[in-house]
């Protein structure tokens, strides 16, 4: 179990990489991915059921693409939540036309300054990996959520179908390192990004953990040969 002051120090550490990466980092999702980062948020939330009253939760918000998508679905808010000041500037900057339904809180998911019982829909997409105390985090996102409500997880899987494994081992690893850190001038950043994935639980370690927060399972779909898994709860 990590002490206050652990936690603290390593939620410090990631918010500091996502700050010194903000500038480089949408362009450098759609290079390394080929695009394709788009089209798995894109699918994640066509499985969510978003409404017109839907008021939706975005965790680890970022540069706020999967906001952008929520919104696009007519949702009636979305709030998003992120501790790195630098990334939320650039959402902010890129929302500005949702400035009536958007709004985004700099915080960290284990702790919420938000009311229980709220949101109709908890989405986060690549960042549930980034999380520090995630069990913490889970139980403030069932805390925050509505009786029926739906939670959301879009997130990089380390095992994948065997043929595409070592090819996805050598792109991870060595390619998108390599090139995240040229382009990024922080190399370090995106070894953490090959760590956090290898490091993130499997499928049925991970469902459980959510299971244990009190969330009840409605589907779990691979996406592109098992690279990114979706998973869809509900309280
Ligand atoms: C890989 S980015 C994902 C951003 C965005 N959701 C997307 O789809 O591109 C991960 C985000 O998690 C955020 N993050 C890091 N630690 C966090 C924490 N403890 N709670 C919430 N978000 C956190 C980072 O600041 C970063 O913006």
Redesign the pocket.
């Known amino acids: 179990m990590l002490t206050t002051d652990n936690l603290y120090d390593r939620?410090k550490e990631?918010?500091e990489m996502?700050n010194r990466i903000a500038k480089t980092y949408d362009p450098l999702?759609r290079g390394l991915s080929f695009g394709i980062d788009s089209l798995w948020?894109k699918k994640a939330i066509s499985h969510m059921e978003i409404a017109e009253n839907s008021i939706i939760l975005d965790?680890?918000?970022?540069?706020g693409?999967?906001a952008f998508l929520a919104l696009k679905k007519n949702a009636a808010r979305v709030i998003g939540?992120?501790?790195?000041y630098e990334?939320i500037r650039k959402t902010n900057e890129k929302l500005t036309a949702y400035s009536k339904k958007f709004f985004a809180i700099e915080s960290?998911?284990?702790y919420l300054p938000l009311a229980e019982d709220y949101f109709t829909h908890i989405m986060i997409?690549?960042?549930i990996r980034?999380?520090?105390d995630r069990p913490l985090?889970l139980k403030e996102f069932y805390r925050v959520l509505r009786p029926g409500g739906r939670f959301a997880i879009l997130e990089f899987s380390k095992t994948i179908l065997p043929l595409a494994q070592t090819f996805y081992n050598i792109y991870f690893r060595y390619i998108l390192t390599k090139i995240g850190g040229w382009v990024s001038g922080d190399r370090k950043a995106y070894e953490y990004f090959h760590d956090s994935v290898s490091r993130f639980p499997a499928k049925e370690e991970f469902i459980k953990e959510c299971i244990d927060a009190g969330f009840g399972i409605i589907s779990v779909k691979s996406m592109s040969f098992g690279v990114c898994t979706f998973y869809l709860f509900q309280k």
């Open positions: 939620q990631t918010r996502f999702n948020r965790v680890a918000t970022g540069t693409d999967l939540i992120d501790p790195a990334m960290f998911g284990e997409s690549y960042g980034n999380i520090t985090a």
